[in-house]
């Protein structure tokens, strides 16, 4: 596979101006453990359970972003333009950071839930 740049990424989602500058998106599943009494096994054992994803984000500081915590809505998060992935959910916004740094420029970051399955589209 070859690599992409970011430098196109995007994420669209309610209430949000396009101002990102960067995302994260963390798949994970839970991994039961089914281990029983047997010396034989010398092992533990797992089946798969639930899946869940989360993620965050940051963008340049607008009044136009009205996103605050406990908003929902629908987000989709591009990779690449036209050769990443492009991953679509419900979620639940669970934070909201403003960073106003001295010499620099105000941004606002985001942590959200994923709510249900994430789709991934090539």
Partial sequence: M??????????DFTNAETYVKNWTLSLVGDALETTYFDVAT????????????S??????????NTVVPGGT?????RSSTGTGGVFTGSIIVTGM????????IV????????????????
Avoid: H
Avoid at 55 to 64: A, I, K, L, P, V
């Fill in 55 to 64: 993620g965050s984000f940051e963008c340049n500081y607008s009044s136009g």
């Fill in 73 to 77: 809505g629908t987000i989709i998060c």
């Fill in 107 to 122: 941004t606002q970051g985001y942590t959200f839930q994923g709510t249900g399955a994430v789709a991934l589209a090539t």
């Fill in 2 to 11: 070859a690599e992409i740049s970011g430098k196109m990424g995007d994420i």
């Fill in 42 to 53: 010398s092992g533990r054992t797992f089946i798969a359970g639930l899946k869940g994803w």
């Fill in 97 to 104: 950071d403003v960073a106003t740094p001295v010499d620099g």
